[in-house]
């Protein structure tokens, strides 16, 4: 049996791999490698045998069966304080392998490609490399094993100081469960497309780290943002920050809210979040226009929040974003002028994000003390409902059109909703209380006297008509909401008594 220290190296990316086989030679290991891998270990000069030579055997399937043999995995999992073990590989004139170096074939960046067929992605399913991975793994306090090529350097360091400790060696093999865990999540995550098993009996998804975060919610809790692998569509995971400080928990947090309602307009539109409710949403001609009414919809509130905007930002939008404090601006471009004016707050912190409309995420995931909820995303629109007027007075053009946007925007404020607006605008904005008419009362309070001639928006049905008599108090000439309630006509006529206008959407959009 072989006394000298052995080195199976066998990856997809080859970065590095050269540089180090070579400083495993220089430390005395003989090299074992497969197929490209070997190859390229033969082009820098260096000494290495195929997985043939110590198997016997040739690599077969085109590839499909070259390390699943025992000659590879005895040479793994062998136990080296385990006198049977031992006495068992010598006597079958196998040796130990003390270093794999292997990471596996390309799936994610497979099924990312836009004309992937089913075959190819199958093709790109490895099956030896995470057999050697979890085996090398399982034999840490015998094996070393390196799945990221940022660790080889670290390792070949190590190594030249005399041996990993057992505590680097673990962490080494907890990277590659992590890892292969991760690729199998992926390869789980295809399938429950190909079988469209929305809701599978195990639901196993992966992200990968982003970046860590100064902490969490609070100073005392800590954080890390995660995006998901393989994740298509508009995601802030995917913003390309171009000035400002580092985003914090909660920036991230109102930032997806501000994008995700911002997503809602394909005309110019503007919108201003605090806590991750909308405080002022606005659309125009253009994005100036936009950002002028959000701003003006709660001026007080937009101080210190976060803005989104569909449109690039210009200079002459640029010069009215700077004359508040604004944590964030989410924009899919900024032009060099705007860029010139903006970064002159260098705290100010510019995300440009992509905006392009594509097929994202199906479900949102929620998390509850030791579970997890899994559900479809809301991506209902007042395209997939009939709109029904339910009043005698029908909306006019004018109000259908602050209707849609109400409705646009109390989709996404926290339930109890209640929006209302005019012109184009945001008024005012009732998030999360306990009754509707609270919700009513403050988002009426905050509009004054611009709600006369206003619309309101309520993102579940009124159980009674009391929501209706305090709008009709403040001036609200139209009503967009969901109905279904069992008292719906209660709150029909007393529409019809004020003169208001009512629509029903027969969707509701609660947000908890």
């Known amino acids: 049996m072989n006394e000298k220290k052995r080195a199976l190296l ?44 110590i198997t016997s055997f040739p690599e077969i399937m085109d590839g499909r069966v070259k390390t699943l043999h025992p000659a590879v995995h005895s040479g793994l999992l062998a136990k080296r304080n385990n006198p049977d073990h031992m006495e068992q590989l010598s006597d079958l004139e196998i040796s130990t392998i003390d270093l794999v170096a292997v990471n596996l074939y390309p799936f994610k960046e497979t099924i990312a490609k836009p004309d992937v067929t089913e075959a190819d992605a199958i093709e790109n399913i490895d099956i030896g490399g995470p057999t050697m991975l979890r085996a ?39 990277k590659v469960f992590r890892h ?20 599978p009996e195990t639901y196993t998804v992966t992200y990968e780290k982003k970046q860590d975060l100064r902490y969490g919610e609070n100073p005392h809790q800590r954080a890390a943002f995660y995006k998901k692998s393989g994740a298509a569509g508009v995601s802030l995971a995917d913003a390309e920050q171009l000035n400002g400080k580092e985003l914090s928990y909660n920036n991230i947090q109102d930032a997806n809210a501000a994008l995700e309602i911002v997503l809602e307009f394909s005309e110019p539109a503007a919108v201003a979040v605090k806590h991750m409710n909308p405080c002022g949403v606005g659309t125009g001609e253009g994005i100036y226009e936009a950002y002028q009414k959000a701003y003006e919809a709660d001026s007080m509130s937009i101080f210190g929040g976060i803005v989104a905007v569909n449109r690039e930002v210009d ?13 964030i601006i989410i924009a899919p471009a900024f032009s060099e ?35 997890l909820l899994v559900q479809d995303l809301d991506k209902g629109t007042l395209e997939d409902v009939e709109l029904q007027c339910v009043t005698e007075r029908e909306p006019t053009q004018q109000e259908m059109e602050d209707l849609k946007l109400g409705w646009k925007a109390v989709k996404h404020v926290k339930s109890n909703a209640i929006v209302v607006a005019k012109a184009d605008q945001t008024l005012g904005v009732g998030a999360g209380q306990m009754n509707r008419v609270g919700a009513a009362k403050i988002a009426l309070e905050q509009a004054g006297e611009k709600a006369q001639g206003a619309i309101m928006a309520s993102d579940a049905f009124f159980p009674m008509p009391d929501t209706v008599e305090t709008a009709a108090a403040a001036g609200i000439k139209a009503i967009i909401q969901p109905g279904g309630s069992k008292r719906d006509q209660d709150s029909i006529d007393a529409c019809d008594k004020h003169g208001i206008t009512m629509v029903f959407t027969g969707m509701r959009h609660f947000k908890h």
Request: a negative charge; charged letters at 25%.
């Open 337 to 371: 002028a705007a860029l010139e004016v903006l970064t002159q707050k260098k705290n100010l912190r510019l995300l440009k994000v992509d905006m392009t409309p594509s097929e994202g995420a199906a479900h949102k995931l929620t998390s509850v003390v030791g579970g």
């Open 136 to 174: 090398a793994a399982k034999s840490f306090e015998d094996v070393v094993v390196v799945v990221d090529p940022a660790d080889y350097q670290i390792t070949v360091n190590a190594l030249g100081e005399g041996e990993l400790s057992y505590e680097a060696r673990r962490e080494l093999a907890a």
């Open 180 to 199: 292969t865990a991760a690729y199998d999540a992926m390869i789980a995550g295809y399938f429950n497309e190909l079988t469209e098993a929305e809701f």
């Open 315 to 327: 200079e002459q939008t640029a010069l009215k974003m700077k004359e508040i404090f604004l944590e």
């Open 10 to 53: 066998s990856v997809s990316d080859k970065s590095g791999i050269a540089e180090f086989a070579q400083s495993l030679v220089e430390l005395g290991y003989e090299l074992i490698s497969t197929g490209g891998t070997k190859k390229v270990i033969e082009e820098a000069g260096l000494p290495v045998m195929s997985i043939s030579d």
